[in-house]
């Protein structure tokens, strides 16, 4: 039997937002009850609310939308590496007792718990340089259990910038709490949203199974 483990976020009012952009908000379109035989909502919200995939297009305005993207990289084998109360920025340092023989995808804990009902200013990010040399490894997916692989204040979005000039995918508001470290299989497919900056994603993990 393969241990599964779901690594999103919880998306409900008051879910927290980087500050600035929409919160989650539903309201009731219809309501079972005479003459309605359904329950039908309508839903507001970023499309970086909760655990999500960036598109290029959120970090380079000729990049494509999330619904244009390959579906590759968010499906298959990773490594979970811990780097939990490392300071403002992941390093290679932190990560590198686990960088032998990297799978092409890699999700790093930084919390011992991640705040998943309030926003972190002080959140951890990735080094530039850390994102250079998993993508030197052959990374092709890198994800964070934070809001943005950048520092919150950052208005160049250094990391950002290196996942678009190589060609990297990103999944940000992981919750890896409960994650040992180690290789899993990865799926946490975005919606097919054809003109949207990224998108919401249920990730999850699966054991591999045994050699």
């Given at each position: ?37 359904v ?5 507001t919200?970023?499309?970086h ?29 990773c ?27 890699v999700?790093?804990r ?45 208005k ?26 180690g ?15 990224a998108?919401?994603?249920r990730?999850v ?5 045994p050699?």
């Amino acid at each position: 039997m393969q241990n599964l483990w779901d690594i999103s976020q919880p998306v409900a009012p008051g879910t927290p937002v980087f500050p600035g952009d929409t919160p989650y908000q539903q309201q009731w379109a219809a309501k079972l009850g005479p003459g309605c035989p359904v329950n039908v909502s309508t839903l507001t919200l970023s499309p970086h609310v909760g655990a999500h995939a960036d598109a290029p297009l959120h970090y380079d305005p000729e990049g494509a939308s999330i619904g244009l993207v390959d579906l590759a990289p968010y499906l298959g084998r990773c490594r979970v590496i811990h780097a939990i109360a490392r300071g403002p920025l992941v390093t290679w340092e932190h990560i590198a007792h686990a960088v032998h023989d990297l799978p092409p995808r890699v999700l790093v804990r930084t919390y011992a718990r991640m705040p998943v009902d309030r926003w972190d200013p002080m959140l951890t990010a990735y080094a530039p340089e850390t994102i250079e040399r998993l993508a030197d490894a052959g990374v092709r997916l890198v994800g964070i259990d934070t809001a943005s692989i950048d520092p919150a204040e950052s208005k160049t979005l250094d990391s950002h910038q290196v996942i678009r000039r190589r060609n990297l995918r990103v999944l940000e508001n992981l919750v890896l709490d409960d994650v040992p470290e180690g290789d899993y299989e990865l799926i946490a497919l975005p919606l097919k949203l054809m003109t949207a900056d990224a998108s919401p994603v249920r990730a999850v993990l699966r054991s591999l199974p045994p050699p």
